[in-house]
């Protein structure tokens, strides 16, 4: 098992060797594999490069990204132009339901909201923002629309599991209450994790999940 001093290592190692990602202005604190990263980055895009990066470094048991968007003067947009450009990303976006979704900006900050049916829908409109020029932070205030929850809908999520990752489906509690889903257990990697949380969003009629599950390499 890594030691925190390995991780920091490894973390920085991964954070300066991925072009996209500007390390200068960030600090790396570890304490037993919960990485907090904090600091300034230039577009609010990075602080989702950031977390993908962190995810690839094994040992990495936790993720707290303490970071602030300080747009660079090249990066600046006024709130009208970008409500506009806003509009044309999710317009453009296949797996968006762009008339059921409604957003507005105020200093950068695009808050989205209305009702969709699944989560990868809502997942696709906050995705289809993140990368737009000044954009400083996202709410991402679209709920999902109420639809009848099967009663079998825990044994099709643990079907999903096995299916996906089978050694960590036996480690994984599937609990359903009404339209709300808690995961709990532990995964061995952040895949596992992103798998078990994406079977649980896919079953019919979710509208909440709970994730308590651990990652533990």
Request: proline share 4%; glycine share 6%.
């Amino acid at each position: 098992m890594k030691t925190d001093h390995q991780i920091k290592q490894d973390v920085v190692a991964e954070l300066e060797w991925d072009p996209a990602i500007n390390s200068n202005a960030i600090g790396i604190a570890v304490n037993d594999g919960v990485v907090t990263v904090s600091g300034h980055i230039d577009t609010y895009a990075q602080k989702r490069v950031i977390e993908k990066a962190l995810r690839r470094v094994n040992g990495v048991k936790t993720i707290a990204l303490d970071l602030d968007v300080s747009l660079s003067q090249q990066n600046q947009r006024e709130d009208t132009g970008l409500a506009l450009a806003v509009q044309n990303a999710l317009k453009w976006n296949s797996a968006v339901p762009v008339d059921k979704i409604r957003a507005a900006v105020d200093n950068g900050w695009v808050t989205l909201a209305g009702e969709v049916d699944w989560n990868y829908q809502r997942a696709a409109a906050e995705k289809a923002v993140r990368p737009l020029v000044g954009v400083t932070g996202i709410s991402n205030d679209i709920s999902l629309s109420p639809r009848p929850v099967p009663a079998d809908v825990t044994s099709s999520i643990e079907g999903a599991l096995k299916r996906q990752a089978e050694r960590e489906a036996k480690r994984v509690q599937v609990d359903v209450s009404g339209s709300t889903v808690t995961l709990r257990g532990d995964v061995r990697s952040w895949p596992e994790h992103t798998a078990a949380v994406g079977a649980a969003w896919s079953a019919p009629g979710v509208r909440k999940v709970i994730d308590e599950l651990h990652v533990n390499p």
